[in-house]
């Protein structure tokens, strides 16, 4: 499970209990969520992109679509009965 999978269902359920109240409340609140110990590197860094995210601050990014590679070989065994 990625850094963002597992923050995201925290951020989601903060943001619905604190609908309505005041920039600073949700804040604390959020701030009060943060389940990843120190507030700091790469988990901080995703919880903080997902926190703008899930408040329209910022686009989600789209997955790549998977591509074919050209160049794979395909194997055909015939009919197998």
């Known amino acids: ?20 109240q005041g920039e600073k409340e949700i804040r ?25 995210v899930q408040r329209g601050l910022k686009p989600a990014k789209q997955p790549k679509p998977l591509s074919v590679d050209p160049n794979q070989v395909t194997w055909d065994f015939g009919d197998e009965e």
Request: charge should be positive; aromatic fraction near 14%; proline fraction near 9%.
């Open 1 to 20: 499970m990625t850094w963002r999978a597992k923050a995201r269902p925290i951020i989601k359920q903060v943001l619905k209990e604190t609908e309505g």
């Open 28 to 52: 604390k609140a959020l701030r009060e969520a943060y389940p990843f110990g120190p507030r700091q590197y790469h988990p901080y860094k995703v919880w903080l992109d997902e926190i703008k």
